[in-house]
């Protein structure tokens, strides 16, 4: 197994050309996942190596606009690549509370329609994530929107033993996210691969002594 990092963007705040807005890259066993997603990503990808159709999960780390402005753009892209299939697994999608009204609002408003499923699994961060002042509480925009079934995904909310939130837990990998503080509220994600048995030819051992 291996796993290749790529640093899309580095950038903040205001859009450049170079640096481009914060997005990193995981390319592991043909899949591609997306943490962050700014303005420009799409334009990063496509000067990569990467093919953004590989894409199967995006993890978006906080709601200031330079991580998270490009999602929609990338999503009607990827659609546009895309051919229905009914077969074709959702993209996971992994931030704060208030990304799924986000993101289906701006589909909706703009009368974007995917032809691939997404779902969208938000994280409840604790008011002690940053400046009280600075902290809303967004659990009520599901309520007040009519989103299509496709986009639900799970209310993930903090584990206090473990002291994160556990997002993937798959036959290779554990992925899990961790509080931040920042003027919002804001997450690390942490990606740890699995143990795995090793292989010996313990025959071929003993005979080379």
């Known amino acids: 197994m291996s796993m ?5 963007g580095t950038g903040s705040a205001h859009p450049s050309p170079s640096p481009a807005a914060s997005a990193v890259a995981l390319r592991r066993e043909g ?3 997306l943490f962050d ?3 420009g ?3 990063q990808l ?3 190596h990467l093919k953004a159709g590989r894409i199967t999960k995006i993890f978006i780390t906080h709601l200031h606009g330079d991580h998270f402005f490009g999602l929609p753009g990338l ?3 990827l659609s546009l690549q895309s051919s229905p299939d009914s077969n074709k697994p959702p993209v996971d999608i992994y931030g704060p509370l208030g990304l799924r009204s986000f993101i289906w609002r701006t589909l909706e408003l703009s009368h974007s329609q995917l032809l691939f499923p997404y779902v969208v699994h ?7 994530q940053c400046p009280a002042e600075e902290f809303k509480d967004f659990s009520s925009l599901d309520k007040d929107d ?4 496709e986009a639900q995904g799970r209310i993930l909310h903090l584990d206090p033993v473990e002291n994160s939130y556990l997002l993937v837990d798959d036959e290779q990998f554990v992925v899990k996210a961790f509080r931040l503080f920042h003027r919002i509220p804001s997450f690390g994600f942490a990606v740890e691969e699995k143990p795995r048995a090793g292989k010996l030819n313990v025959q071929k051992l003993k005979e080379l002594g």
């Open 146 to 149: 009519t989103s299509p079934g």
């Open 4 to 8: 290749e990092v790529t640093f899309l």
């Open 122 to 128: 938000e994280l409840v961060p604790t008011r002690d």
């Open 31 to 33: 899949q591609c996942w």
């Open 75 to 77: 999503l009607c892209t």
């Open 41 to 43: 990503t799409q334009t």
């Open 37 to 39: 997603c700014g303005e």
């Open 46 to 48: 496509m000067r990569s």
